[in-house]
């Protein structure tokens, strides 16, 4: 079983930065896809960046909400065995409770929640204006 642990929420003024870690106590493959999801109140669980390994093309995209696109970048540091979202220029709108996932099961989009296996617990980012 993996255990996905998120940090670096914290709460910021609009312009402001953070940056997310995910840190993971199972070896995380570097064949692994990586994602990052976010869930507002009263809002569905939406995908905002993901690493989508395809093992046998050898590549490795990242993918972007477009809510987002510009302003966070997705990481990794396998040899760390953690995940990041760095997260710039952040709007009201950004503020969410922040998941990490890993491993798809196949089948669906990197931003469908059910296609991922493991989960961490979340990190609050609360952005004021």
């Known amino acids: 079983q993996a255990q996905l642990v998120e940090s670096g929420g914290n709460s910021v003024q609009a312009g402001g930065s953070l940056r997310l870690s995910c840190a993971s106590s199972r070896y995380t493959n570097a064949r692994d896809s990586m994602a990052w999801f976010r869930q507002a109140p009263g809002k569905e669980r939406e995908g905002v960046a993901a690493i989508v390994v395809n093992a046998y093309l050898g590549t490795a995209p990242t993918y972007y909400a477009d809510s987002v696109k510009g302003r966070f970048t997705i990481s990794r540091d396998n040899a760390k065995n953690t995940l990041y979202l760095q997260m710039n220029s952040l709007k009201p709108e950004d503020t969410a409770m922040y998941y990490c996932?890993?491993?798809?099961?196949?089948?669906?989009?990197?931003?469908?929640?059910?296609?991922?296996?493991?989960w961490g617990q979340g990190t609050q980012v609360t952005v004021s204006s």
């Open positions: 996932a890993a491993v798809r099961k196949g089948g669906g989009t990197w931003y469908d929640s059910a296609d991922y296996t493991y």
